[in-house]
């Protein structure tokens, strides 16, 4: 355990801040009460197939079997998510991860998980962010869940484009630099974690290639979710 002196310290130098509004937070939170409120999703205003509000199971054929999201992508929930792109602010990850997490431990219908994996960022832009926030959030997940996370197994051999920068048509021909290790994967339940599912074609592919391996399901687990402009499906939540 560290010395009083010593966290004080460090608490002087780095203070710790909400990811959603930047307010300064105590040591041992990861947002702010009302950002927290702000920000989470209700487990039910999601469909536990595709991952979204508005259900886009009857358009979309996903390789995923089943879905869930801790907060609606909007508002606080996009400020913290681009604090954590911008490596200025990880909180976020935390925060969403026992959300996440907690909805696994209570969900019947997502069934036993054998391990966790992030979607894969290619290597530069890692070492230029100095990590995959999807990484974060999937160690943050299974540490909750005392699962295995695997990293070895996805990813990604072009840079190209970042998907929030394209539409929706090019997000779903953007996604074949994600690639598989030749690693068998018989029969296993797999969580695949990322920060945001907006049209699924990131997840579904990762989904794909998993299956190719032999994985017997896939459950796509986001930090957050788009969510229609007008829409705002919050529910109140003390956060730590």
């Known amino acids: 355990m560290e010395p009083k002196w010593k966290r004080s310290l460090l608490e002087l130098l780095w203070p710790n801040r909400c990811p959603g509004c930047n307010a300064l937070i ?38 995923y079997d089943r879905a869930l999201a801790a907060c609606a992508y909007a508002d606080e929930a996009v400020a913290a998510i681009i604090r954590m792109k911008q490596s ?15 909805r696994l431990r209570h969900g019947i219908d997502f069934g036993e998980i054998d391990c966790v994996m992030p979607v894969p960022m290619h290597p530069s832009r890692e070492r230029l962010r100095g990590y995959n926030q999807a990484a974060l959030i999937a160690r943050a997940v299974a540490a909750e869940l005392s699962l295995p996370c695997r990293e ?42 990322d920060d945001v599912l907006t049209t699924g074609s990131t997840m579904s592919r990762c989904a794909a290639l998993l299956k190719q391996q032999g994985a017997a399901a896939v459950i796509a687990a986001a930090a957050a979710t788009t969510v229609p402009h007008k829409s705002s499906p919050s529910k109140t939540m003390s956060s730590t």
């Open 26 to 63: 105590g040591p041992d939170r990861a947002v702010c009460e009302t950002c927290g409120e702000k920000m989470l999703l209700e487990h039910d205003a999601v469909c536990r197939r595709c991952g979204k509000v508005n259900c886009i199971c009857s358009k979309k054929q996903l390789s």
């Open 88 to 102: 200025q602010n990880t909180n976020f990850a935390a925060f969403t991860a026992r959300i996440l997490a907690e």
């Open 152 to 193: 070895d197994v996805l990813y990604k051999d072009k840079v190209g484009r970042a998907q929030h920068e394209l539409t929706a048509a090019e997000r779903a021909n953007n996604v074949d630099s994600f690639q598989i290790h030749d690693i068998p994967l018989d029969g296993q339940r797999i969580l695949l974690c």
